[in-house]
């Protein structure tokens, strides 16, 4: 069982999401319900698959390991395994793909499409966290856009029109939809010839072999030497994975994306695909460039000191909830790139390490939170239809469990101790103090502004005067919706209290990493 | 000289005797046959012909290597023989296809004078001797003027009759100016002798260059050789059309026999000079004809260029005076005479219910008679130059042989020429093809011996492009015996 | 397998459109049958093929060889290698899939049918011919019956001009090619046209330099290479669904073919010595065709120009004489291919519905026709290069190629991969997401099942390869391993 474990994890959603389109359309609640028993399954399995973490054999660093020949001409091959940071990934992907499916039981319009989309859209990030071939890699990272254009696209917010060029207007959603593609892409393009270089002249794509060999090896191209082509093609991977987390200022595509998109698609989006481009610093560019890590490692952390204040400061800006939960993201990812900065700038001193995994458990904190939020907000909009927080206000009385669930799932994104944000905040902010003393102090700024905008989000919603429109047409969190937060909830609070089961495998990671 | 008469030369004049015989009985029969009676004399034309051309087959076939018969006034070699077989085909199909054509066909002496023409032909292309290619070349010109002004009541043959004439003579005349002065230099009057004297060096280069000039304007103007082209669209234009088809394909194409024998085996001494001049000739006779024919709307006249042109690429050939040189301008004239034989009698057929030569009657042919519209477009492929038809094969053929004479400029020019006849070939199609007429129902007549004349054209231009092997083996032995 | 399969395939089209031509015209259905049944049989006989040949075996296999013109040399010589059997394939794939999409064709479509056939029996030809005379002569014979298929039954407003553009520019680039190769005939001195002798005869570095433009860019131009690129587009537009299918699917790559064939491997270092600037040719080809592309809002336009792109990367793959580079620029001539059958087969089906081929007049799509949507879709992707599909598993390695011999030509050519993601979006949203305009909304209903099942064929090469490379290319490389082979290395 374990030889096939992650290849059954990785391929289950999409071998799922394919039966389900045979499914007759006509019978909704049957298509959702098998939609959430198909995400059901790699949960299932990456349960298994983490209480057997400690006892899976280790090759290189990595459990699970799969080998088989894909695509030999070029010296790519179908190469899958998990570490630490992997294996996290992996379980929070699980974990909230089911959530958003549960999540997306109200959607109406072609359902199966929908579920076929979201799941195949799972296998394309879970290929991105196994992966330990460079080509695969990329295979997997671009797989991963196409669903969630659509989904985007087709089942996104229907209101809106922006402008994209020549007078050609067109829907909010698919303006959003089309940035975020093209975004993307425009920025893997870099990546793309720059994982060319390295298989050419690597001769292969296989991690781990280039782990060892790519630091020592001597390039040269057109006539630059060995220092600029390892930098050229740093700065080409860190383009690519900054457009994704977002660094700022690569960050525009992200309130659009965020905003126009259905609940289950931003929760995914904030949730795990933000991630990606986390994973893509911590997994390639780290071990493969590490000098030129170090040299940039200090715009790196003035970027993430930027995203944090000025990510604050638009989400305090906002009266569209969605798009202040949206610059939250920024915000937020802005201490994981602190973290990153910060260990690639000292790495292995035990400053480092702290801040690595504070990083790392920040991606899983705020995947917990952001997902939450974001849930959350939809359930208010499924109820108000809108979501300008002018027009709500003291909406308490009438939600009383859905404004409990809002507080607290804020006060987690906030960073309240107790709950899991404070965890990974303060184990960044104390790796990255004795670092980057400087960008730590003024990230405390952005902490604040933090506060700001939560508590403004919270209060125009719940506090205040209660808005007469509302009176009599609000009904509270329903059982599935409450279904849905629970899983969330509870490890908010457990990971608030005792993070130790996530940490230590982290740890192990981040350790192996510097090693 | 005429010590002892050989049954070898008899069989090789078997068809002259037999044409012979065949106009002593047209005139007969036109003579003698009532009214109502004259269809018999076309029937009398083709059984007579058809029966030539077997004779021919069966026994006037030389063996082996060529020979010099009849005190060297004629050659009997493969070159010979094949060329023969060429003009008695094609005598026959214009016979066919002259059937029903008004003013013509019940005319005895329209058959009496295309066969003393044939009969031309066929000494020209076994001719080894002066004065035997002078006499057989008028004994083809001047039936051929008299045709070509055949229908008195119309201003147009009238006019291509006078022209065809004085132009013809005019070139004659300086033909046998050439032809004297080479007598006069070399004191002979056979092919033969008269290579040796030239090889001897007898003869200063410059008084040969300059024979060998004239004599190029003489055939040049049976060629339609640029720059003596002038008469061809013209006369091709005002003559009966199934006398065009005869001009167009039999007669040009024992010209270039007359043109290819006598400047290999006469004038091998000057080949550098005569083949330049040959080469530029080819390139402007390419060119003009192709250039002209693109503003053509009358289809006479289009094929007329388009005829001028195929004469320039024939011209190819001749300008490499290598052994791939002749075989190809002999393969050149198989293949275009079965595809002018194929294209003229669609046109012969077609003009008869139209009644009319000009391209934009032709709309809608393809729906009126598809057959006609299919034969049409295989003969017009095949003058463009288009596999697998034997114009393809044949284009090849010259090209390669430029090639191989080091004439690559030449055979780019050829190229870019086939380009161009593409363009208005492709126009003709597309008229008969894409465009519509209101007289779509009514069919297109036409009898069953010309229906099975095309049908053998259009078979011959297919395998000309497929299996060519026999045909070029044909062809390379004519060409061999004169090397 | 002592059945004469190649000859079969090459000649059995040609031989059924003239027995075509016998049918009764008023006798549609039947003439359609026939046809079907025709085009079927030979997409067995390629699958058969395909199936059939050996990768670890000899370089050629299927070969027949028989005397034509044994005076000069020519030989009927057929054969198929790692490369040329993935055409053949192709071409039996597309003839199948659009004969099926021209089930519609109401003007006398006993000629369209027999002059489809012709093309089809010429493309075959050349991807088999082993004879430098037998690919010229199947050449020419493919090049012909598109002026009549354009001119008779294509879009009304372009296709005289159209069809008479391409014609003259490919008999342009067939003659120049010619005069090449007549030229290197003469100069080996061996006497045969046969191209396996030609192979090993070493020409002077003069002559090779002389000679390898004419013949590589006299082929290149069916490739649709830059500057003479122009016919290709309004061909594209002009030409009725099947032989649009026909044109950017399998003809364009006879160009490209030929090119290596005749050209590079005949001639290789007159290739090398040329080759840098036909790269930045190349380039212009991949980069500008895209941006030309993106300002299209005539379908058949943007998938034209779209054509002239990729076929770019084609020709950029073959130039950078690498291995990768040879392997990619294969699978995308395949890749390629059928794609853009896909393409045009769909914007066909829409096209006969609603009569308007411009983005902006079309919309909503997805919602009458959505099996047509998906294909769409499908093969906007691998248009894109999205990994997963066969477009990805060609671009990725003619990329490799490119940087191992020019790596600023590889980061130039990278930028069209965004471009071709913007237009393709645009297209496909603009042409199947939104609302349906009102004109059109009567005509529109969903397509038929046997269109399902050519778009079914079609769609699942492009996927099966992309997530199965190894489907196709361990026979492209046992080709290129030949030819790395006889070049003394790639």
């Known amino acids: 069982m374990e030889s096939y474990l992650l290849s059954t994890i990785l391929f289950s959603p999409l071998i799922g999401g394919l039966l389900l389109l045979f499914l007759p359309g006509a019978n909704k609640d049957l298509v959702r319900r098998a939609a959430l028993v198909v995400s059901l399954v790699p949960f299932v399995l990456t349960l298994v698959a983490w209480f057997g973490f400690d006892a899976a054999s280790v090759a290189d660093g990595f459990r699970y390991q799969e080998q088989y020949t894909w695509y030999e001409a070029i010296n790519s091959s179908f190469h899958i395994g998990v570490d630490g940071l992997s294996m996290s990934m992996v379980l929070l992907t699980t974990l909230l793909t089911p959530l958003a499916i549960l999540a997306s039981f109200t959607i109406e319009e072609k359902p199966r499409v929908f579920f076929f989309l979201f799941l195949a859209l799972e296998t394309g990030m879970l290929g991105v966290f196994m992966s330990l071939d460079l080509l695969l890699f990329f295979v997997f990272w671009e797989i991963g856009l196409v669903p969630m254009y659509f989904l985007i696209d087709q089942w996104g917010n229907k209101k809106g029109e922006r402008e994209l060029w020549n007078g050609m207007k067109m829907a909010s959603r698919r303006y959003a939809s089309f940035k975020f593609m093209v975004y993307t892409m425009a920025g893997s393009l870099g990546l793309l010839l720059a994982i060319q270089l390295l298989g050419v002249l690597s001769g292969t794509f296989d991690l781990i072999v280039l782990f060892q060999t790519w630091p020592d090896l001597n390039v040269t191209i057109l006539g630059l030497d060995t220092s600029q082509v390892k930098a050229i093609a740093f700065w080409a991977f860190a383009l690519a994975f900054a457009i994704k987390v977002p660094i700022w200022p690569f960050h525009t595509w992200l309130p659009d994306a965020h905003t126009e998109a259905p609940t289950a698609g931003s929760m995914i989006l904030a949730g795990v695909l933000l991630k990606l481009g986390a994973y893509g610093f911590l997994r390639l560019v780290l071990p493969l460039y590490p000098e030129q890590a170090q040299a940039a490692a200090g715009v790196l952390a003035l970027l993430a000191t930027l995203a944090i204040i000025f990510g604050a400061f638009s989400a305090y800006a906002q009266d569209d909830f969605k798009r202040l939960v949206a610059y939250s993201s920024v915000n937020h990812m802005g201490f994981v790139v602190l973290g990153i900065a910060a260990a690639a700038y000292a790495a292995g001193t035990e400053s480092a390490t702290i801040a690595l995994n504070g990083a790392v458990l920040q991606m899983f904190n705020h995947g917990i939170s952001a997902a939450g939020m974001f849930f959350l907000v939809g359930v208010i909009y499924d109820r108000t239809h809108t979501r300008d927080l002018n027009e709500m206000g003291g909406l308490f009385p009438l939600v009383p469990v859905y404004g409990g669930l809002l507080i607290l799932t804020s006060m987690a994104s906030l960073g309240l101790p107790g709950l899991n944000g404070f965890v990974s905040e303060f184990l960044v902010v104390r790796g990255a103090w004795p670092i980057f003393t400087l960008f730590t102090a003024l990230s405390m700024l952005g902490l604040l502004f933090t506060g700001a905008y939560v508590l403004k989000g919270v209060a125009k919603t719940l506090h205040g005067p209660l808005n007469e429109v509302w009176k009599g047409k609000l009904t509270d969190i329903n059982r599935r919706e409450l279904l849905v937060m629970a899983p969330l909830v509870l490890l908010m609070l457990w990971l608030g209290f005792w993070p130790a089961w996530l940490l230590d495998i982290i740890n192990q990671a981040v350790v192996a990493f510097f090693g | 000289m005429f010590g002892s008469i050989t049954s070898e030369m008899i069989l090789a004049i078997l068809p002259e005797i037999s044409l012979l015989l065949l106009i002593a009985i047209v005139f007969i029969a036109d003579l003698v046959l009532p009214t109502k009676r004259r269809s018999l004399l076309a029937s009398i034309t083709s059984a007579g012909l058809a029966l030539t051309i077997l004779i021919t087959v069966l026994y006037a076939r030389p063996n082996g290597s060529s020979q010099l018969l009849w005190g060297g006034m004629l050659n009997h070699d493969w070159l010979a023989f094949v060329s023969k077989l060429i003009f008695l085909t094609t005598a026959l199909f214009v016979t066919f296809f002259a059937a029903n054509w008004k003013g013509i066909w019940q005319k005895g002496e329209f058959y009496v004078l295309l066969l003393t023409s044939t009969m031309g032909m066929t000494l020209v292309s076994s001719a080894s001797d002066l004065i035997m290619l002078f006499l057989a070349i008028e004994m083809v010109s001047i039936p051929l003027y008299l045709l070509a002004g055949f229908l008195v009541d119309d201003d147009r043959s009238t006019e291509a009759g006078f022209k065809y004439l004085l132009f013809g003579a005019m070139t004659t005349a300086v033909m046998l100016y050439g032809f004297s002065l080479l007598f006069g230099f070399s004191g002979h009057t056979g092919f033969a002798e008269i290579g040796a004297a030239i090889g001897a060096g007898q003869i200063p280069t410059l008084a040969l260059a300059g024979t060998s000039i004239l004599i190029l304007v003489g055939f040049g103007f049976k060629v339609s050789m640029a720059p003596l082209h002038f008469w061809a669209p013209d006369v091709y234009e005002g003559s009966p059309t199934p006398i065009t088809t005869f001009l167009s394909t039999a007669s040009k194409a024992a010209g270039f026999v007359a043109l290819v024998r006598i400047m290999i085996a006469v004038f091998p001494a000057v080949q550098a000079e005569w083949t330049s001049f040959v080469a530029i000739a080819a390139a402007l006779t390419m060119t003009i004809g192709n250039l002209i024919a693109l503003s053509q709307t009358n289809i006479k006249r289009l094929l007329a260029y388009s005829s001028i042109a195929h004469a320039g690429y024939a011209l190819l050939g001749v300008a490499a005076a290598s052994v791939l040189g002749v075989t190809s301008v002999i393969y050149y004239f198989l293949a275009y005479v079965a595809t002018n034989l194929a294209a003229f009698g669609v046109i012969m057929i077609a003009s008869q219910t139209l009644k009319s030569d000009e391209i934009a009657d032709y709309a809608g042919l393809s729906r009126r008679s598809p057959t006609l519209a299919l034969f049409m477009l295989i003969a017009f492929l095949s003058l463009a130059g288009v596999p697998p038809l034997g114009g393809f094969i044949a284009k090849v053929l010259v090209f390669a042989a430029a090639v191989q004479a080091d004439m690559i400029w030449l055979a780019v020019v050829g190229v870019l020429n086939a380009i161009i006849g593409i363009y208005y070939y492709l126009i003709v199609l597309k008229v008969v093809y894409l465009y519509d007429s209101d007289k779509k129902d009514q069919p297109i007549p036409s009898t069953r011996l010309q229906k099975g004349a095309l049908i053998v054209s259009v078979l011959l231009i297919i395998f000309l492009g497929t299996f060519f092997a026999p045909w070029y083996d044909l062809a390379l032995n004519g060409a061999a015996g004169l090397f | ?490």
């Not at chain 3, 003007?107 to 010429?122: K, Q, T, V």
Request: charged share 10%; with cysteine.
């Open chain 3, 1 to 490: 397998m002592d059945l004469p399969i190649l000859s079969i395939i090459v000649f059995l089209p040609i031989v059924s459109g003239f027995a075509l031509l016998l049918f009764p015209s008023e006798r549609r259905d039947l003439i359609y049958r026939f046809a079907l049944a025709v085009a079927f049989i030979c997409f067995v006989l390629s699958i058969a093929v395909y199936i059939g040949f050996d990768i670890e075996g000899a370089r050629f296999q299927f070969i027949e060889k028989y005397d034509w013109l044994p005076d000069l040399g020519i030989s009927y010589h057929v054969g198929v290698d790692g490369i040329s059997t993935p055409l053949v394939l192709l071409t039996g794939i597309v003839i199948f899939t659009g004969v099926i999409i021209s089930q519609r064709i109401d003007d006398r479509p006993r000629e369209f049918f027999a002059f489809l056939f012709i093309l089809a029996s010429g493309v075959f030809g050349v991807f088999v011919a082993l004879d430098l005379f037998g690919l010229f002569f199947f050449y020419e014979i493919a090049v012909f019956p598109m002026y009549l298929l354009i001119a008779l039954w294509g879009w009304k407003e372009t296709r005289e001009y159209a069809a008479m553009k391409l014609t003259l520019y490919l008999f342009i680039g067939s003659v120049v090619a010619l005069v090449g190769a007549l030229a290197m005939y003469f100069e080996a001195g061996i006497g045969s046209f046969d191209m396996l002798a030609l192979e090993q005869i070493n020409f002077s570095l003069g002559f090779q330099q002389l000679w390898f433009p004419f013949v590589y860019l006299g082929f290149a131009v069916l490739g649709g290479i830059f500057p003479f690129h122009n016919w290709s587009p309004d061909g594209h537009v002009a030409a009725p669904t099947a032989v649009s299918m026909f044109h950017a699917g399998v003809l364009m790559k006879l160009g490209a073919f030929a090119a290596l064939r005749v050209g590079i491997l005949l001639m290789p270092e007159g290739a090398a010595y040329h080759f840098p600037w036909i790269i930045a040719l190349t380039l212009v080809n991949v980069v500008y065709g895209a941006f030309i592309a993106m300002n299209q809002t005539d379908l058949k336009y943007m998938i034209g120009f779209s054509s002239v792109s990729h076929m770019g990367l084609v020709a950029l793959g073959f130039a950078t004489l690498t291995y990768d580079g040879f392997v990619g620029a294969s699978l995308q001539m395949v890749s390629h291919g059928v794609m853009t059958a896909l393409f045009f087969a769909v914007v066909g089906m829409i096209y006969d519905q609603s009569h308007t081929r411009q983005i902006p007049e079309l919309g909503g799509l997805m919602k009458v026709m959505p099996f047509a949507g998906v294909a769409f879709i499908i093969g906007g992707l691998v248009s894109m290069g999205m990994p997963g599909f066969s477009g990805f598993i060609a671009e990725f390695p003619i990329f490799m190629g490119a940087w191992a011999s020019y790596p600023l030509v590889a980061i130039l050519a990278v930028v069209s991969i965004v471009i071709t993601a913007a237009y393709v979006l645009r297209a496909v949203g603009g042409v199947f997401f939104g609302d349906i305009p009102e004109n059109i909304k009567d005509h529109m209903h969903d397509i038929t099942a046997s269109e399902k099942l050519a778009l079914s064929i079609l769609a699942v090469v492009l996927v099966g390869v992309g997530v199965l490379p190894g489907v196709m290319v361990p026979m492209v490389e046992s080709g290129v391993a030949w030819m790395s082979a006889l070049l003394g290395g790639l």
